[in-house]
């Protein structure tokens, strides 16, 4: 049952040296099977993993909402006064003449767009996505 020591590791002169070595020798094991079972645990590393995604997407996320932003301040600038006012003008016109039937429809359209805005971006992804594959066809 007892092996012979290895060369490279020094052998006990005294009981006490022995002890130590055995604490240390259970310490290692111990750190061994808590790699392998981490290793093991697949469920755990799928969550892991789902984490460290999620942490990537909300930093692209936050990049491109900067990005976004910056782009429409550019462009915004870019815009010429007197087409701002006429914008306006067009925009405040457009309300007075709206019969109130038709904000409110547009008003509880715009929440419900808010409110399934997941299912909205899935479906516009998956029609660009039906897009490119016809596009290749042809």
């Given at each position: 049952?007892?092996?012979?020591?290895?060369?490279?590791?020094?052998?006990?002169?005294?009981?006490?040296?022995?002890?130590?070595?055995?604490?240390?020798?259970?310490?290692?094991?111990?750190?061994?099977?808590?790699?392998?079972?981490?290793?093991t645990?697949?469920?755990?590393?799928?969550?892991?993993?789902?984490?460290?995604?999620?942490?990537?997407?909300?930093?692209?996320?936050?990049?491109?909402?900067?990005k976004?932003?910056?782009?429409?301040?550019?462009?915004?600038?870019?815009?010429?006064?007197?087409?701002?006012?006429?914008?306006?003008?067009?925009?405040?016109?457009?309300?007075?003449?709206?019969?109130?039937?038709?904000?409110?429809?547009?008003?509880?359209?715009?929440q419900?767009?808010?409110?399934?805005?997941?299912?909205?971006?899935?479906?516009?992804?998956?029609?660009?996505?039906?897009?490119?594959?016809?596009?290749?066809?042809?």
């Open positions: 049952m007892t092996q012979p020591p290895h060369d490279d590791e020094p052998t006990a002169s005294s009981p006490e040296e022995l002890r130590e070595q055995v604490e240390q020798t259970r310490q290692e094991l111990g750190q061994t099977v808590e790699a392998l079972a981490g290793k645990d697949v469920k755990a590393r799928a969550q892991e993993k789902a984490a460290e995604v999620k942490e990537q997407a909300a930093a692209k996320a936050g990049e491109v909402k900067a976004a932003a910056r782009t429409a301040v550019q462009l915004e600038e870019t815009i010429p006064d007197p087409v701002k006012d006429k914008a306006a003008q067009a925009a405040h016109l457009l309300q007075e003449k709206t019969p109130d039937p038709v904000r409110q429809k547009a008003v509880q359209g715009a419900a767009a808010r409110d399934h805005r997941i299912v909205l971006l899935a479906a516009a992804g998956a029609a660009v996505l039906v897009w490119l594959a016809c596009r290749r066809k042809s």
